[in-house]
Structure formats: structure tokens, C-alpha cells
């Protein structure tokens, strides 16, 4: 089994790097083309598709809140691994 440390080490080795969330960013674009996409959606939609798109984003809102508990508790677990390696000498990473 690999240490935390590897795993993290290898989990930030990649080709795309981490953008931060500024205005000029890939998720700042994304957003304001989904947002747009929405407000002509919303504008075609008679009044009963609108309660029917409402109870989706509310059912969709459920689900991504599930998917972020998730991806907490397994960071924490990770945090607590990583911890408990390090206290353990962490095979020469405090020496």
C-alpha cells in the first residue's frame, strides 16, 4: 500500500494544473454559459415545466449535497491517515 504522502504527491502530478476560480477561468466561463443556457430555458418554459425544472434543481441540489458529504469524509479520512503516518515516522519524512 502506498503512504499518504505518495498518493498526494502522485495526486498533484498532472498535465492540467489546478486554475484558480478567477474571472478570466475555465469554471468562470463554464458557469456564465450554463447560466445563460438556464435564462433562455426558464424564458421558454411555460409555468408547469418551471415547477418541474424547480423540483429537478432541488432534487439535483440533493444529490450533488450527498456527493460533497462523501468527498469530505473521505479527505478527513485521508487527513486522519496521513496523520496518524506522520506520528508513526512517517518511513523518514520527519526525520
Not at 19 to 33: F, L, W
Not at 35 to 46: G, N, Q
Amino acid at each position: 500500500m502506498n503512504t499518504v504522502m505518495e498518493l498526494l504527491y502522485r495526486s498533484t502530478r498532472t498535465d492540467n494544473s489546478l486554475e484558480a476560480h478567477g474571472p478570466d477561468s475555465a469554471y468562470a466561463r463554464e458557469h456564465a454559459i450554463r447560466r445563460e443556457i438556464i435564462r433562455s430555458l426558464l424564458e421558454s418554459m411555460t409555468m408547469e415545466q418551471k415547477v418541474k425544472f424547480d423540483e429537478y434543481g432541488l432534487a439535483d441540489n440533493r444529490a450533488r449535497e450527498i456527493l460533497n458529504f462523501e468527498s469530505f469524509c473521505q479527505a478527513f479520512h485521508l487527513g486522519a491517515q496521513l496523520t496518524a503516518e506522520l506520528l508513526q515516522g512517517g518511513n523518514g519524512f520527519l526525520r
